[in-house]
């Protein structure tokens, strides 16, 4: 008999701690899907998603944008200024969210923004590349720009024509932003605009921690081009922005370089954002800056990059 409340003890302890088990899973799972339900629904979402059919070395393409418009309350005329962001190797989804608060941000200045996904215009998603020691392989990631940036490129100047066919655009005020990846594009774009008698003009560029494709053309009329680098960047050395630069010196572009002392890739400053703030004022925002006083709140320090690898090879 002894041998049987034994047993029955046993089981009754062993249903119990399945139980508590049981119901310390599903406490988990209610967490984790009402936490993935809120970043859902904190993310900010845009205004419109566009999609341009593209037909790239025979294969047909979709290019997606993203379209962030400033709401009533932060409008400052009837057509908004407007910046073109790019994103880098990690792709436009990897770091969605913090693009897309940055747009919000952007908004609240006053800026239509279009965050572009130009990776739609080849077979992959991200150059997320890595060697054996988890950094970064730019050498591997060279052979791609080699191969595919003209690609990129041919996405990033057809959203610069769908932008130009917008009538709530201000199409002397249009903007690229670039980082990293997106800052070598940027210049990219921009010089096929500088050649084109059709597209909208480029007002300004700002690069961020990047620099040129080898068969970038800067000529005479590129206009204002703001370069922030970190002093130690190992992915993408300043001697190589540097070095754009100085060629855009020469061809009598107006432009700029801020560095962030002591900093890796994906580096800023109070100082540089403050100087990205006052570059895009004075070149798409100077007529409006009599009738609105600007917030000093830096548009763009949400963008942020919280994926450890990333600031581990970013040294």
């Not at 994103?87 to 965050?115: C, D, K, M, P």
């Not at 801020?258 to 890739?265: D, I, L, N």
């Amino acid at each position: 008999m002894s041998a049987v409340i034994r047993d029955v003890l046993s089981n009754a302890a062993w249903i119990s701690s399945r139980a508590r088990w049981l119901a310390a899973a599903f406490g988990l799972l209610t967490v984790t899907v009402a936490a993935a339900g809120w970043w859902s629904l904190s993310m900010p979402l845009p205004n419109e998603e566009r999609f341009i059919e593209m037909l790239i070395q025979g294969h047909r393409r979709q290019v997606h944008y993203d379209v962030f418009l400033p709401d009533e309350k932060h409008r400052v005329a009837a057509r908004h200024p407007a910046i073109i962001l790019l994103h880098g190797v990690e792709g436009a989804e990897r770091y969605e969210r913090s693009y897309h608060q940055t747009a919000r941000r952007l908004n609240r200045e006053g800026y239509a923004v279009f965050y572009v996904h130009y990776f739609d215009t080849v077979a992959y998603d991200d150059l997320w590349l890595c060697d054996d020691q988890k950094c970064l392989d730019t050498k591997a990631i060279g052979k791609f720009c080699a191969a595919d940036s003209a690609n990129w490129t041919e996405g990033v100047v057809a959203v610069i024509a769908d932008i130009g066919d917008r009538e709530d655009i201000d199409h002397d005020a249009i903007a690229i932003q670039g980082f990293s990846l997106g800052g070598y594009l940027a210049l990219a774009a921009t010089s096929s605009q500088v050649e084109s008698m059709t597209l909208p003009e480029i007002a300004a560029v700002v690069v961020h921690w990047g620099a040129m494709f080898e068969d970038t053309r800067l000529e005479r009329g590129f206009p204002a081009t703001l370069f922030v680098h970190g002093e130690c960047d190992s992915v993408v050395p300043m001697k190589d922005a540097r070095a754009t630069f100085d060629l855009l010196r020469r061809v009598e572009c107006d432009a700029e370089f801020v560095v962030v002392p002591g900093g890796g890739h994906t580096a800023s400053s109070a100082d540089s954002l403050a100087r990205t703030k006052d570059f895009l004022d004075r070149h798409l925002q100077a007529k409006r800056r009599m009738a609105k006083q600007i917030s000093l709140e830096p548009a763009w320090n949400g963008l942020t990059f919280s994926d450890r690898d990333f600031w581990g090879m970013a040294r």
